[in-house]
């Protein structure tokens, strides 16, 4: 019973994203609406851990499970996906390196400040 509480509390942040993805103009996913409200609910203790932590931590050791969809589909779409392998090998190589860059300029920024105090 103590699963199902606490995974009804997450379903119910879930589905309070959804409807903002739904009435908010904005190009955000719900799953990112989901994220942020629950990093608040748990940051202001809105949502005391103990509440969720049991189903938050089975979700996330059985989540290889919710990739084999997705992985499914792209086998599927293989001859698609040789025609564009050099692209995405290229773009993902780039992203990365960006990425990689924008980070550590963040944390030597964020480092370099409190330094300073």
């Known amino acids: ?4 509480k606490q995974l009804t509390i997450i379903l119910v942040v879930s589905l309070i994203a ?3 993805e739904y ?8 799953s990112v609406y989901g ?3 629950m990093l608040l609910g748990l940051v202001l203790h ?10 938050a931590d089975f979700l996330v050791e059985n989540m290889s499970l919710m990739f084999v969809p997705p992985v499914v589909g792209i086998m599927a779409c293989m ?3 040789k025609q564009m392998a050099l692209p995405l090998v290229i773009a993902c190589f780039v992203t990365t390196v960006i990425i990689m860059g924008a ?3 963040v944390t030597q920024f964020i480092v370099g400040k409190r330094r300073k105090n």
């Open 1 to 4: 019973m103590k699963y199902i």
């Open 18 to 20: 959804e409807l903002m």
């Open 23 to 30: 009435l908010i103009p904005l190009p955000v996913s719900a």
């Open 35 to 37: 994220l942020v409200l």
């Open 46 to 55: 809105i949502i005391p851990l103990h509440k969720v932590e049991g189903a």
């Open 79 to 81: 001859e698609e996906l």
């Open 103 to 105: 980070a550590g300029r």
